[in-house]
């Protein structure tokens, strides 16, 4: 199974963006609740 590598590295950014949308998330619900 071979991709094209510019859907490839689409693919991966939205991983990334999807990987820091939920740290993002975890540390603002820690923050609400400590505070």
């Known amino acids: 199974m071979t ?3 510019k ?6 950014q939205s ?10 998330h975890c540390y603002t619900k820690k923050e609400k609740a400590i505070g």
């Open 3 to 5: 991709h094209p590598p």
């Open 7 to 12: 859907s490839k590295a689409s693919s991966t």
């Open 15 to 24: 991983n990334y963006r999807l990987l820091i949308g939920g740290i993002k």
